[in-house]
C-alpha cells in the first residue's frame, strides 16, 4: 500500500506563486508515474501533470507556468505554479500508479490518491 500526503496549498494572488509537494510512503518501488490532478468546485476533477519515466507531461492551459518534479530519493514529487489564475483555483491531488496511461485526455492507472491541498487564487 501507499499514502500520498500534500502540503503547500494556500492564499495567493492572481500573478502569484505556489509550490505544492507531495511525500509519498509504503510501498513506493513501483510507482512509476506520479502527478498532480485538481478540482474546481463544481467541476470534475482534472490532470494537470503528471512526471513518468522521466518525462512530464502538463495540460495545455498550465504549460509554461507549472513545473512537476520528482525526487525517488525523498519520495517526493512537486508542483511549481507560477503566475497562478483564477481558474487554478481547486483542491489539487497528489496521485500515483504503477502504469498510469493517457488516452483521450485523460489519465488512467493512477492507483493511490491523497487527500489534497487546497489552493485559492484570488483576485
Do not use: H
Request: hydrophobic share 35%; glycine share 16%; aromatic share 10%.
Amino acid at each position: 500500500q501507499v499514502q500520498l500526503v500534500e502540503s503547500g496549498g494556500g492564499l495567493v494572488q492572481a500573478g502569484g506563486s505556489l509550490r505544492l509537494s507531495c511525500t509519498a510512503s509504503g510501498s513506493t518501488l513501483n510507482i512509476n508515474g506520479m502527478g498532480w490532478f485538481r478540482q474546481a468546485p463544481g467541476k470534475q476533477r482534472e490532470w494537470v501533470a503528471v512526471i513518468s519515466g522521466g518525462s512530464a507531461n502538463y495540460r495545455d492551459s498550465v504549460k509554461g507556468r507549472f513545473t512537476i518534479s520528482r525526487d525517488d530519493a525523498k519520495n517526493t514529487v512537486s508542483l511549481q505554479m507560477t503566475s497562478l489564475k483564477l481558474e487554478d483555483t481547486g483542491v489539487y491531488f497528489c496521485a500515483g500508479g504503477r502504469n498510469p496511461a493517457y488516452a483521450l485526455g485523460r489519465y488512467y492507472g493512477m492507483e493511490y490518491w491523497g487527500n489534497g491541498t487546497l489552493v485559492t487564487v484570488s483576485s
